[in-house]
């Protein structure tokens, strides 16, 4: 069956009034931004819970709805431990950042680093955010792009550019303002559209189970796993990693990356952005864990339905090609063998006399698509024309879309993915396009000008970044799980600027020449540990922390005692 044709006039007109109500609504009501203020900073007249609902639509791209299922789907609850540091990182942000933040009218956080330490510190600290949220905001781009290219044969370039521009548009249009209204509506499409999914598969599942069978059949598979006390490093997701490197992530992401502090720098007074976080501190650890929830109900749905050997459609077509079709063939009817003996072991939930043999079929189920994704990167060697994905992570909860919900919902549910895209990709515009303008045009290159010459300048920085988002998203290539990748490239840089912060704030006699220094030691090393797979992604936040922090007091112990001025504040 050709899954495009899922896609019917209902679908369309959903999809469309949904997108294009945004971005008007976006354009429309943030069309007077004329000063500075307005366009950077909304204003400063922004709610709590606009901060709060701009702040999870920030975080919460397409990737989340689209990965996490997949990653739940795969591997269980347990990667919701990445997010146990987020409510600890809240806390801090709210007693240390924003007062000070506040205080100093930034316009962006690394503004403060220049009366801490000095200039270059501040221009470093800006321009390692520039290249991660660079990089990422092309991934908020290109990951529903080329998962919706994939399942419905839409053409990859075309929805990358269609993306952008639409984000482009209503950001260049209103600034920050602009980003928070939208995101509101965002979020509650958002919302709505999740709760749908959740009990649409629910309603699909045979009469007699329920959701305490359904769940008792996702433990009897080990998917209902949520905390994992071990020491083991090689495993990326523990209570340990989740507390300490996620704390450190989320310290680093919420307290320092511009595209976040930029929505409650908007905040009406210091109040209402501490309550804005705290609001995302206390409702994002429950959104992830559903969100991972209806990936697992969408594994419990399969064990009743038939499923592809692979979800990604492209790889499957690029077998039934192959001198490999053969092979793959006999793969596939092993599978549905096993498909088909547990439905009748699970027909009437699972007993426990019968889970041994449930985990041995999932197993041999596994070893199977194992061997698929074996033939597939095969195929993907042989090919010098086009990456062939054998991960079908990211195509999970996409295939249960549009093969299973009824016409209508599946627009809202596009309309949902896209909406996460755009609310993500439009934070990160907007930051990276005020953090070029004011930490580094304005600064270095051109103060002595007009008010309305920065807002120019910062919607072209914005259209600037638009475009190159787009042709990052153009030119990647999908990793092991999209929304890994985000995290990694956050990992790489966020420890690092988060240790220049926590040395300006707390240790007052290391001074400019030192942390300056620190900080490129430390990005030089932390860069090499991840090439060289040394430690799970999530403890770089906590080692470049730790190592800028060091570095910068061992060389003004050392080095430059006598070689630097009194600091400003």
């Known amino acids: ?25 976006g354009t429309y009501v943030t069309r007077k931004n004329n000063n500075v203020t307005d366009y950077i900073k909304g204003g400063n007249d922004s709610k709590w819970w606009t901060i709060g609902l701009s702040v999870m639509a920030t975080q919460a791209s397409a990737i989340t709805f689209l990965s996490t299922p997949g990653q739940a789907f795969d ?65 908020t781009i290109f990951a529903p792009a080329i998962i919706l290219s994939a399942v419905l044969g839409w053409d990859l370039l075309l929805l990358n550019i269609i993306i952008g521009v639409l984000v482009i548009i209503y950001t260049v249009s209103g600034g920050t303002k602009a980003v928070n209204v939208t995101q509101k509506q965002q979020m509650i499409i958002i919302f709505i559209g999740m709760l ?95 969100i991972l929830l209806i990936g697992v109900m969408v ?90 994905e054998s991960n079908d992570k990211d195509y999970v909860f996409i295939h249960f879309i549009l093969n299973n919900l009824p016409r209508g919902l599946i627009g809202l549910l596009l309309a949902v993915i896209l909406s996460a895209a755009m609310s993500s990709t439009a934070s990160e515009l907007n930051a990276l396009a005020s953090t070029t303008a004011i930490d580094l045009y304005k600064r270095n290159v051109s103060s002595q000008k007009s008010e309305a010459h920065f807002v120019k300048a910062s919607k072209w920085f914005t259209l600037f970044w638009g ?17 890994q990748l985000v995290n990694i490239i956050g990992s790489i840089f966020y420890g690092n600027v988060l240790g220049i912060f926590l040395l300006a704030f707390f240790i007052k006699f290391i001074k400019g020449h030192a942390v300056f220094l620190a900080a490129l030691i430390t990005q030089a090393i932390i860069i ?39 600091s400003k504040i």
């Open 528 to 566: 090499s540990v991840f090439i060289l797979d040394w430690l799970p992604y999530l403890w770089l936040n906590l080692l470049g922390c730790a190592l800028v922090m060091m570095f910068a007091v061992l060389l003004q112990t050392f080095v430059f005692s006598d070689k630097t001025k009194t």
């Open 299 to 388: 594994f419990v749905f399969y064990q009743f339905n038939p499923s592809p050997l692979n979800f990604n459609p492209g790889a499957n077509s690029a077998v039934q090609n192959s001198k490999y079709a053969n092979e793959y063939s006999v793969l596939e009817t092993k599978h549905i063998t096993i498909e088909n003996t547990k439905k009748e072991l699970l027909i009437d939930g699972v007993q426990k006399k019968d889970v041994q043999l449930l985990q041995e079929l999932n197993s041999a189920d596994a070893a199977i698509k194992q061997q698929s994704k074996e033939i597939i990167n095969k195929i993907d060697a042989e090919n010098d024309l086009k990456k062939i």
């Open 1 to 25: 069956m050709e899954i495009a044709s899922k896609l019917h006039l209902i679908d369309w007109v959903v999809l469309s009034i949904t997108l294009i109500s945004i971005v008007a609504y």
């Open 196 to 290: 749908i999914a959740f009990f649409m598969i629910m309603s699909q599942l045979p009469a007699n189970i329920t959701f305490t069978k359904a769940l008792e059949i996702a433990g009897a598979s080990n998917k209902m796993e949520v905390l994992d006390f071990s020491f083991d490093l090689s495993n990326r997701y523990t209570v340990w990693t989740g507390i300490l490197g996620g704390t450190f992530l989320m310290l680093s992401y919420f307290g320092t990356d511009q595209s976040q502090v930029q929505r409650y720098l908007s905040g009406k007074s210091i109040r209402e952005s501490q309550l804005g976080l705290i609001f995302n501190g206390l409702l994002k650890i429950p959104m992830q864990f559903f």
């Open 467 to 483: 475009i190159i988002a787009i042709g990052v998203a153009c030119i990647a290539n999908l990793f092991d799980n999209l929304i």
């Open 75 to 139: 591997s269980g609850m347990g990667f919701v431990q990445f997010y146990f540091g987020l409510p600890i990182a809240m806390i801090i942000i709210c007693v240390v950042f924003i007062p000070i933040y506040h205080k100093l009218k930034v316009y962006t956080a690394y503004e403060f680093l220049e009366g801490r330490f000095d200039l270059k510190t501040r221009t470093l600290a800006a321009i390692l955010f520039l290249v991660q949220r660079g990089l990422a905001a092309g991934i």
